[in-house]
């Protein structure tokens, strides 16, 4: 599982009070970029090119089903059996990211929030960009913006997932085969 926290929810009143995690339903990603802007598309398209990267690299059959990561996100991020997952809730932040739940790996976006919600406890910042709590499964990455994470720094995080050991033993079916790898040598 994949679970991605920010600072911001969609601008949108069905997404204000929202207070738990509900899969969206397929065709709302291109609503929601519809009827917000272009903020919104780049965070969605930013988070799918990221799990397609992943998916590549860990060569996972459910995201390799689609062609392009346009494809991906338009069939499967963030649906039901996506193993993807994106938080909006501040207060529940630091419950999620203290429950270790081996078999999820938590991507917090934006340094500032990071900063913010985590004070850093725990966190190996690697450079400005990114931070790890490998115990936690917590990655700190640039916000999800084209300028941002660019393709670059989306393999920088790709490898940085794929670096994560499981403590429990469960991986997460997103990154089993390469971590099997990883522990192998």
Sequence with gaps: MIKVFMAN??????????????????GEIARVAAETGNHWRKVFNVYAKFIYSLGLAADNH??????????????????????TQLHFD????????????????????GKAFAERVLNNSQLTWLDTHFAINAELGIIVCPYFDYRQLSNARIEVL??????LKDVDAGVDPIINPIMNTIEND
């Excluded at 529940?92 to 938590?106: E, I």
């Design 62 to 83: 459910d995201v390799l089903l689609y062609k392009t990561w346009q494809q991906y996100r338009d069939n499967k991020l963030l649906q039901a059996d996506s193993q």
């Design 9 to 26: 929810r969609p601008p949108l009143a069905e997404y204000q009070n929202v207070a738990e995690i509900c899969a969206l339903s397929f």
């Design 90 to 109: 501040h207060q529940g932040l630091s419950r999620v990211l203290s429950n270790t739940d081996g078999r999820a790996v938590r991507i917090v976006m």
């Design 158 to 163: 790709v490898s940085l997932v794929m670096s």
